[in-house]
């Protein structure tokens, strides 16, 4: 359910190689087709390694495109897919991957309190259903797609799980993006290299060096309110950056436009902040947080694991005329408009 295309990186225009005496050299690709969305990758090798700099990019994008093919719900042939389709009561062996996956979003859920629960597609499809037609989903409809789909109708056993209906669907497009992000650096750098990046739909893991050499990559976040951004923050490697928003991607019913966020306790297309960036080491759980925090707002503040931080953009008329709130310890620099609009 993330928003994407909501963190811009900013690492400018650049050379696939950089000065021959530069102690190390820089290489990307932009592979096509991956989760719907545009992807960067980036691996930063040691100059006497660069000939293995496309074996390493080769390795990651096939990670990646691994993960999509176990968690993707638009690839009737995934694993999540025929999960979401068996029958009630089969035990269902999972693979690694998917039962990670589907283990860290259960956790997130209870941290969380529900604000993130990978179990209410039925209610994502009844909205979609509903933008597409333009009716406000009746309070019956809502009622009976969040019953018919939820964690409680779930068993673990060793080697899988159990639906005990035959109505339980995930949706993991709020966690199966960061996993796969998480993945990819790991071989890059598994394979040797220096450092690495991977964007995908503007959310992003890095690892190492970056390409300025210091270690420290920079992340402008957009301004949800229009154009241009709203702030930069400078990560060092091993941090991962995830946005959730409500700004780009929504349905429009009777002529208002709602979030394509739901909270899952109520079925309801959120509303509370504009914009939440999150930052912590696994892009699985920045991933996951990112939107739990979209549908608590600001008192989710204090729910964040430790080592993760957050920024939440504000709307224009919060009540202390303030456009942002972090948590302690963020490199959070803002634009001269933001502080100043």
């Not at 639906?163 to 071989?187: H, P």
């Not at 429009?252 to 966020?261: P, V």
């Not at 699985?284 to 939440?312: K, N, Y």
């Amino acid at each position: 359910m993330l928003l994407t295309l909501v963190v811009l990186v900013g690492i400018g225009t650049w050379k696939t190689r950089v000065a021959q005496d530069a102690p190390t050299w820089t290489f990307e690709r932009r592979p096509e087709g991956i989760m719907g969305t545009e992807c960067l990758l980036r691996v930063v090798v040691d100059r006497r390694m660069s000939a293995r700099a496309e074996q390493i990019l080769d390795a990651a994008e096939a990670r990646i495109r691994f993960v999509e093919a176990v968690a993707s719900n638009w690839i009737d042939s995934s694993e999540l897919s025929r999960l979401n389709s068996a029958t009630a009561l089969e035990e269902i062996q999972l693979s690694p991957t998917l039962s990670s996956i589907l283990k860290e979003s259960q956790s997130v859920f209870a941290l969380s309190e529900g604000a993130f629960d990978v179990t209410c597609r039925p209610l994502i499809m009844l909205w979609k259903d509903a933008g597409r037609v333009g009716h406000f989903p009746d309070e019956a409809a809502i009622a009976e797609a969040r019953a018919s789909s939820r964690w409680d109708l779930v068993s673990w056993v060793d080697d899988g799980l159990i639906k005990r209906e035959a109505g339980v669907c995930f949706d993991l497009g709020g966690v199966a993006k960061g996993f796969a992000m998480d993945e990819a650096v790991d071989v890059m750098m598994r394979l040797g290299a220096a450092g690495a990046l991977v964007d995908i739909g503007g959310d992003l893991k890095t690892a190492g060096r970056s390409s300025a050499q210091d270690g420290i990559w920079s992340v402008d976040v957009r301004d949800p309110d229009g154009e241009g951004v709203i702030g930069t923050l400078r990560v060092s490697g091993g941090m991962a950056v995830c946005t959730s928003g409500h700004y780009a991607r929504f349905v429009t019913i009777a002529g208002k436009r709602y979030s394509h966020i739901l909270d899952p306790r109520s079925g309801i297309p959120v509303d509370n902040v504009p914009s939440v960036t999150v930052l912590g080491n696994s892009a699985m759980s920045v991933d996951a947080w990112a939107t739990a925090l979209s549908v608590i707002g600001e008192p989710g503040l204090e729910r964040l694991p430790a080592g993760m931080q957050a920024v939440i953009v504000r709307r224009k008329t919060a009540a202390d005329g303030s456009r942002w709130i972090t948590t302690p310890g963020v490199d959070f620099t803002p634009t001269l408009d933001s502080v100043h609009p």
